[in-house]
């Protein structure tokens, strides 16, 4: 487990509203399959390169891709194929050891699902992954 007790990225309420906000049209948010070759408009980025690899967590489907954002070696996203609400229960586990399973050489977490401490995007659930080996 690693905290990160830097400065967010987002404001906490701006996250939180975002929450709450109603999905828009197409793309639903940023991190939906429909984005693969999106062409972007004026309040959604392109993502015409965008490929997504596709498996199973815990009998769901459930994607693979690499970060636009490079964090870190392979910096990767794990998202949720149906667009569902971030919420850590005991199957988000059952999830995080299936994929570290399937993919021995990742690390795989997932943010918290409250916005002061958790993930910029709340309203769709993924894990954040990666190949990298962080300092004991």
Not at 13 to 28: D, G
Not at 88 to 108: C, G, M, N, R
Not at 110 to 135: C, E, K, M, T, Y
Request: glycine share 6%.
């Amino acid at each position: 487990m690693t905290i990160n007790l830097s400065k967010p990225e987002k404001d906490p309420a701006e996250i939180a509203a975002l929450k709450r906000l109603p999905s828009s049209n197409y793309p639903r948010c940023l991190l939906c399959a429909d984005n693969v070759g999106y062409t972007g408009s004026m309040n959604h980025p392109a993502r015409q390169n965008l490929q997504l690899i596709p498996l199973e967590l815990q009998g769901e489907r459930w994607f693979f891709q690499h970060s636009p954002y490079v964090y870190y070696n392979e910096h990767s996203i794990v998202l949720k194929g149906e667009h569902e609400p971030m919420k850590i229960t005991h199957s988000t586990f059952a999830k995080l050891l299936d994929f570290i399973e399937q993919f021995p050489h990742y690390f795989v977490g997932s943010n918290a699902d409250f916005p002061i401490v958790g993930g910029s995007i709340l309203s769709h659930d993924h894990f954040q992954a990666g190949r990298h080996s962080f300092p004991c």
